[in-house]
């Protein structure tokens, strides 16, 4: 039978880690919302750039970039979106797991965010760079870490790039998914909402087809173009890559600190039952031995 | 006939600029281009450099980073990384920009650092190049 004094210490102390949880719980769901604005703010521009690379598709027929180029794959590269702090439920868990059936021999892993490098390390796989990224991706850093994998790719150093990240789904859901870079296959359309993936908007579709009728003029020709809007292209995939990790995470946290903050409450409330049962047993044993003494008295 | 342009401005974390004007000036690639209203539908590159756009009589500078350039006969689109209206520009930033990158440039540096650098360089100046006018003018 734990004492009275015992159950207060540890209500207070669960009621304070209570409080941390919460707090994080909101900051994280700030977070999250900003993250989901920064993907809306960049629509525009999203729909510029599909605009432009549809156009530029219809008119360039037979096209060959060095980033398109398929070579047999004696070594590729795999990129790791992961998260600089934990506390974030199952999210890391759940990505580093994707990493287990890459061939170690044959892959060169880069990371960005601490914890998939920390895995890289623990587990002695060949981490060649690790980058980092703020907790409102900038473009600046998504232009460094698609520099480098550009590079690497056109170097011949690796003839295949990939990126692992979580796919914000939605705010209760995140999926590892794995997603190839390079070379640059087919150019898919940039998705840019990051809210809700499951309703399919053709809002955007609408807007480019409209415009397929014109004939646009290039300079220096429309082969040149594309080349030079290719690595802008692919700067944005890591851009947006970026920004769902981070929204990933963020949704992650709120759901892992609002279920801490859950559980709390729940031990706060048994353990102030317990409290309560454990003080009225101590009063009444305590009566029961004043009567006892008084009537040992009064005989 | 469409009388003036829409110019859009846009970047990956906002759109800078959307307003009708009635001509263009803007740093391709090739050189400086002049665009008024109907023009041919033109794609192409765009310079860090400095957008003119005339509003009635009215002339506003624009500086951008690199980029691309969507004309069409009643709307330009200018798709770049950095787009900041003269009155945001913060002359002592970009000039302390210009000089970080200036003297980071003069160190030993890998070609993708290289890269970064030279962009950011050619963005500061662009800065200056539009603030600093308005001063002589």
Redesign the interface.
């Known amino acids: 039978m734990p004492s009275t004094r015992d159950l207060r210490r540890r209500i207070k102390s669960i009621r304070n880690t209570s409080q941390i949880t919460k707090a994080m719980q909101m900051v994280a769901a700030a977070k999250m919302r900003k993250a989901q604005t920064?993907a809306l703010?960049?629509r525009?521009?999203t729909d510029?750039?599909n605009?432009?690379l549809g156009?530029?598709q219809n008119d360039v027929s037979e096209f060959s970039h060095p980033l398109m180029e398929e070579r047999p794959v004696k070594k590729s590269a795999l990129l790791i979106v992961s998260t600089d702090k934990g506390l974030c439920g199952p999210l890391n868990t759940n990505l580093l797991r994707e990493i287990l059936p890459y061939d170690r021999d044959n892959t060169v892993f880069l990371a960005a965010g601490r914890k998939g490098a920390q895995f890289l390390h623990r587990t002695r796989r060949n981490l060649k760079a690790e980058f980092t990224f703020k907790d409102s991706p900038d473009?600046?850093e998504a232009?460094?870490i698609s520099?480098?994998l550009q590079?690497s790719f056109l170097s011949g150093e690796v003839d295949k790039v990939e990126v692992l990240y979580t796919n914000f789904v939605s705010t209760i859901r995140q999926e590892p998914k794995v997603r190839q870079l390079l070379p640059i296959l087919e150019l898919e359309k940039l998705d840019p909402d990051l809210v809700d993936k499951d309703s399919e908007s053709d809002a955007g579709d609408a807007a480019s087809s409209s415009?397929d009728a014109?004939?646009?003029?290039?300079?220096?020709d429309a082969a040149g173009?594309l080349g030079?809007?290719l690595p802008?292209y692919l700067n944005?995939v890591v851009?947006q890559v970026l920004l769902e990790a981070k929204a990933s995470e963020h949704s992650s946290r709120m759901v892992a600190m609002k279920n801490a903050t859950d559980n709390a409450k729940q031990l706060i409330k048994d353990l102030t039952l317990e409290y309560n049962k454990v003080r009225q047993a101590a009063i009444t044993s305590e009566l029961l031995e004043i009567t006892t003494a008084a009537m040992a008295m009064e005989n | 006939m469409a009388q003036t342009l829409r110019l859009e401005i846009v970047t990956p974390s906002e759109t800078a600029l959307s307003e009708d004007v009635d001509y263009v000036g803007l740093p391709a690639a090739a050189g400086e281009m002049g665009i008024y209203p109907n023009h041919v539908p033109f794609v192409t590159e765009v310079a860090a450099g400095e957008v003119a756009f005339q509003q009635k009589s009215k002339t506003v500078f624009m500086a951008i980073g690199a980029g691309f350039v969507q004309i069409m006969p009643d709307r330009i689109s200018i798709l770049t990384d950095m787009a900041i209206n003269e009155d945001h520009i913060d002359e002592e930033r970009a000039e302390e920009a210009r000089k970080r990158a200036e003297a980071r440039l003069s160190e030993q540096l890998n070609e993708e650092e290289m890269a970064v650098v030279q962009a950011a360089l050619a963005n500061s100046l662009a800065q200056l190049k539009v603030k600093r006018r308005r001063h002589r003018g």
């Open positions: 920064a703010t960049g525009p521009y510029l750039l605009q432009m156009n530029l473009f600046v232009r460094g520099r480098f590079d415009q014109t004939e646009f003029l290039y300079e220096p173009v030079s809007l802008h944005y851009f």
